[in-house]
Nanobody, 123 residues
Framework: VQLQASGGGLAQAGGSLRLSCAASGRTSSNYVMGWFRQAPGKEREFVAAINWSGSSTNYADSVKGRFTISRDHVKHTMYLQMDSLKPEDTAVYYC?????????????????WGQGTQVTVSS
């Protein structure tokens, strides 16, 4: 599976951005997808994950209630709608996929990674 993230950019605090992650290759396989982010000088951290059907999601406490993860099987694309953005959301955002049914927040559990897209939130 190859992943291509897009949609990053500059937003003001309180604003919104929507990230996309397009999957190609063996997209017919059952896999969990997730978003992670990494700020300068910090470790990569979990943001959100979604199962194959979209019926189950998981969020980091720091984004719960502000971010929404979703996926479109027809387009083989996952999304991250980010609302009420804060300066501390500034980071490079990565999409990832793992061949399993179980949602995981550990980056090491993911098999495939996209290239990352920069999100910058100004105060």
């Amino acid at each position: 599976v190859q992943l291509q993230a897009s949609g990053g950019g500059l937003a003001q605090a309180g604003g919104s951005l929507r990230l996309s992650c397009a999957a190609s290759g063996r997209t017919s396989s059952n896999y969990v997808m997730g978003w992670f982010r990494q700020a300068p000088g910090k470790e990569r951290e979990f943001v959100a994950a979604i199962n194959w059907s979209g019926s189950s999601t998981n969020y980091a406490d720091s984004v719960k209630g502000r971010f929404t993860i979703s996926r479109d099987h027809v387009k083989h694309t996952m999304y991250l709608q980010m609302d009420s953005l804060k300066p501390e959301d500034t980071a490079v955002y990565y999409c990832a996929a793992r061949r399993d049914y179980v949602l995981r927040s550990n980056a090491r559990a993911y098999d495939y990674w996209g290239q990352g897209t920069q999100v910058t939130v100004s105060s």
